[in-house]
């Protein structure tokens, strides 16, 4: 499944693995809540990024905004985490270091096709 070696493909799956161990260190309280939300919104940005290889091209910008809807709304609940002590402080860089990251190649890919 050649759309599984895509780079966005697999930074957003290490992103998943990544947050499923940090996501087992959460209170309880906040672990089906918050931790919960996190984890679905990292799913969901995986199954866009997933879908965008098997879209026509005009589909694919649609698949692209929702992922970066995603990706935006993860940015507010992980900030959330760090702010109510639940994330701790290098493991909101890491992931704020990744998003940055999958926004850049998100954005780069949607730039791409628009210009095509």
């Not at 990292?42 to 692209?64: C, D, P, R, T």
Request: with cysteine.
């Amino acid at each position: 499944m050649e759309e599984l070696n895509t780079p966005l493909f697999k930074k957003v799956y290490d992103l998943y693995k990544e947050f499923y161990f940090c996501l087992r260190d959460f209170p309880k309280t906040e672990r089906y809540s918050l931790g919960q939300k996190c984890n679905l919104l990292i799913a969901e940005l995986l199954e866009h990024v997933f879908q965008v290889n098997y879209a026509h091209k005009s589909g694919k910008l649609v698949y692209l905004e929702q992922a970066s809807l995603k990706l935006n709304l993860l940015r507010i609940y992980l900030r959330l985490a760090k702010d109510i002590r639940v994330l701790k402080d290098e493991e909101y860089i890491y992931f704020q270091t990744e998003i940055e990251e999958i926004g850049r190649m998100l954005g780069g890919w949607s730039r791409f096709i628009k210009g095509n």
